[in-house]
């Protein structure tokens, strides 16, 4: 099925600890975003890449990192995990179309013990 | 980017009654687009509205944008009990989304 699949569903991370995550589509996108979310709460824009070797700050880009490694890829890296990372983070991706909306993933559920 | 503010907060309704949600925004915008997320779930784009139309129907949804005022207002007619989510708005110009809280929307049976 075409969409946005993102690994690992879950995670849990203790403090220092550094991971990655992934994130995938298949529908061709050019652009592609990483969002958090905190109960309660909108999602709050992280980094985004308009294309393949292009990445952008969001609202809350400190202690994250990104990479655009292909068209389809776009990573997520905390380097030094925090509790203030305890999150739910989603993917999505986004046509080049203007008549046509986000494409988002399941989510990573991450906790920072 | 900028980021839409949804009004009410939250909203309980009976199965089969009519829901209006609202939005706010502060500047321009190219379209404005409307997202549905399920507890624990993604969001899931349900419709757009470009900025020089005014009304637009999906099934049972009905969006309005009233440019003039900044504002747009969702309705989705005959609510089912699938239909509890929360609900965003996406006022959009530079596609950078910023999402607001949204409005919890919960069908009582």
């Known amino acids: 099925n075409a969409g946005v699949t993102q690994t690992p569903k879950f995670q849990v991370l203790k403090t220092g600890q550094s991971m990655t995550l992934q994130c995938a589509q298949d529908?061709?996108?050019?652009?592609m975003y990483w969002y958090r979310q905190d109960p309660g709460m909108g999602l709050r824009l992280i980094y985004y890449?308009?294309?393949?070797?292009?990445?952008d700050k969001g609202e809350v880009p400190n202690g994250y990192n990104v990479s655009r490694l292909n068209k389809r890829e776009f990573s997520l890296r905390l380097e030094s995990a925090a509790p203030s990372q305890t999150s739910v983070y989603f993917c999505?991706?986004?046509?080049?179309?203007?008549?046509?909306?986000?494409?988002f993933g399941s989510g990573t559920r991450l906790t920072v013990v | 980017s900028q980021q839409g503010e949804e009004d009410p907060q939250a909203l309980s309704i009976q199965e089969g009654e009519n829901a209006t949600m609202n939005c706010s925004y502060k500047?321009?915008?190219?379209?404005l687009q409307w997202y549905r997320q399920n507890s624990g779930r993604g969001l899931v784009h349900l419709i757009l509205?470009?900025?020089?139309?005014r009304e637009k129907h999906s099934g049972r949804l009905r969006v309005t944008l009233d440019t003039s005022k900044k504002s747009s207002s969702l309705l989705i007619t005959a609510s089912r009990a699938a239909d509890t989510a929360s609900y965003f708005c996406?006022?959009?110009?530079?596609?950078?989304?910023?999402f607001g809280k949204g409005t919890r929307l919960h069908i009582l049976p």
């Open positions: 999505a991706s986004r046509s080049d179309s203007h008549f046509y909306g986000y494409t």
């Open positions: 529908m061709n996108h050019n652009s």
């Open positions: 890449s308009a294309s393949e070797g292009t990445t």
């Open positions: 500047t321009s915008i190219n379209n």
């Open positions: 509205i470009r900025s020089n139309e």
């Open positions: 996406a006022p959009n110009r530079d596609d950078k989304i910023i």
